[in-house]
């Protein structure tokens, strides 16, 4: 049976916050939507769903992040994920400069949770933490196109 990842969904306190910290970091909506109904409750497997949402996409077409704010029932606050809890752990996007990265989401109040590091040359890797709490890997890769040099 073939599958594709179609995309991740995240449950946000502030939709238009994090719309605005996901597209200044390249990303663009493709669509919003508020949804809700029978079939909301049994997809999600929630009574009474009601949210509002939104799409995003990254640049290379490949990546797709769906954003939910939920209207009904009361979003439930949770403390923010730790990096070695089960569970959904992060979304991780590959950028060119992963300190222009940082400046966009310092702009946010988004900082990374200890530093950037190096990974044996290869990579400068940063987890930060982004709107709502979520844990963002900033990636760039550090031989690029080193046969073109």
Known sequence: MPIKLENVAIAVRDLEATISFFTDLG?????????SGE??????GLDGNHAKIAMLQTPDGNGRLELFEYIHPEAIETEPTLPNEIGMHRVAFSVDDIDDALAIAAKHGCYPLRGVAT???VYKLTYVRGPSG???MFAEELQKNSSGS
């Open 39 to 44: 079939w909301a409750d049994t997809a999600v």
């Open 134 to 136: 979520i844990i963002v």
């Open 27 to 35: 990303l663009t909506v493709l669509g919003r939507d508020t949804v």
């Open 119 to 121: 990974y044996e040359d």
